[in-house]
């Protein structure tokens, strides 16, 4: 057990000095989300929205739980782009042939991602903060936002290691994520509510596990306990079937990728 | 020298796709001495090797390191290994420290021991001034000796070598053949792949040449030459259409082992230079065959590489990447 965690903690340590030394690229994906999302779309539909429709006081203050839960899929989707190049530059064989557990690999990145989509989560609250979005259920409000976002990003980072084990290139990877990604926000509540959206779209949109995350997550914000806890009790069921078989699935594909 | 069995390979197989990398393989590598697996791209030596240093499971056949089987106690096997991979398994933010220190972690030994290591190899590979700067920052020659050193921190029993001077220049080359000497006069056991034939020759006590997941043919340098039989005198004739008559005449001659022909001329394998050099220039003054160019040499291990899978190696010498 004391070994177990050496190697993941070694592990985990290697992915935060990796972050570190890559400034630029730090501040690219930290910022992202914030910037393009929430400062420039929330305040562009600030007048567009119907405020009828979006049930919110201001388009902003709808679309944080939108942005919350984007960055955890793109976090989450991206996660496995650095088990990727270890794969393709050699480094993974290297610890492969160590006489580690192989779970510690993956673990140390579960650990990371969720680590740094928390921060995130937290630094866009903050940033929503400063335009006036106060979430309504206080900090245990903004603690069950961070365990939605963990849910929901256990699944994906699952699905984005497979992937990463899988793919023949790394030009695959990122076509795929590429193409997962934007349909994914739009065939979801993250920028407008199911009501208004053209009813085909509204319907895709519940399949989309992102879409019970929001409708947890806004409540949350916006409205209080009463109306957001039956919400957050489904998204967790929901988030338990998702990671469950996402984890089934990579899990078969990591044994056969790792031995 | 020692002869108890660091290695046992037994029938070895491995398919992917329907396509036989290795096939039927088996063969011994005693303790301490410099085993080498020589042969040409994509012959099967990877593969091989990657069996040993348990990344890949054997369709069919074993494996063992130090008597434990590669797939049942893999975990025992990758704690009496080292291994240096052939792509620069670098990570490129990381520094030659923390890659060392990161692999003290994965081998689970404690903070001190590891501190004590990590230092004794950086002064080894010459890195220790170095040591704290980022990976991307080193030449391909340092990144190589990094690799080597991470090799070398478990203490490991066994070191795979995979094309351990592929791409280096010169100099750099000269260098790891010298910290291979060298451990392998501490006593370490090592086994290496390349697909440079100088390299085989110069530095392994016996190497095993594979082509087509087979192996062709498995001895000391010395003694594969020896096995060829004979020295070669290679003839350049001017009239190449002389060449048929020639072999004819050369073929029945005492001292003369094996005629063939060649594009240009013909490789004869002799017995002894002393009676059949004459014999051959008699033949070919009264043939009046015109001998453009005659070389005499002692067979080499391109010789034995030909003689034994027919054809030459590819990248016979290094090309200097850096």
Known sequence: MKEYWQEIHALTMRWVRRLSREKFSMLFTLVQPMLFWLIFFGNLFQRAANVQVTQAPDYISFLTAGVVVMTVLNNGLAGGVDL?????????????????HRSSVILSRFIFVMTITSLQVLVIL????????????????????????????????????????????????????????????FLSSALVPLVGMPAWMGFLARFNPMTWAIDAVRPLILSGWTEALPHVGMVVVVMLIFDALCLYGSVKVFRRAMG | MDRSIAIQVSRLTKTYDGHTAVSDLSFQVYLGEIFGLLGPNGAGKSTTLRTLITLLTPTSGTASVLGHDTVREADV???LIGYVPQERAIDRFLTGREHLELLGALYHLPKAEAAKRIAELLKLVELEEAADRAAKTYSGGMKRKLDIACGLLPDPKILFLDEPTLGLDVQSRLRIWDYVRMLKARGMTIVMTTNYLDEADQLCDRLAIIDGGKIKTLGSPAELKVGLGGDIVSLTLKDQSKIPSLVSALTRQPAIRAVKATPTGLDIRVESPEKALPAILESANRLDCQLEFI???????????????????????????E
């Open chain 2, 77 to 79: 096997v990758r704690q």
């Open chain 1, 84 to 100: 990727l190049f270890d794969k393709e530059n050699g480094f993974l064989e290297r610890l492969m042939t160590t006489p580690i």
């Open chain 2, 295 to 321: 070389e005499y040499h002692r067979p080499r291990l391109d010789d034995v590489f030909i003689a034994h899978t027919g054809r030459r190696i590819q990248d016979e010498t290094p090309n200097a990447a």
């Open chain 1, 126 to 185: 903050g940033v929503a903060f400063l335009f006036g979005v106060q979430p309504v259920t206080g900090l245990l409000g903004v603690a069950a936002i961070l365990m939605i976002g963990m849910l929901f990003g256990v699944g994906l980072t699952a699905i984005s290691m497979a992937m990463a084990f899988s793919v023949k290139s790394h030009g695959d990877f990122f076509s795929v994520l590429g193409f997962l990604s934007l349909p994914m926000i």
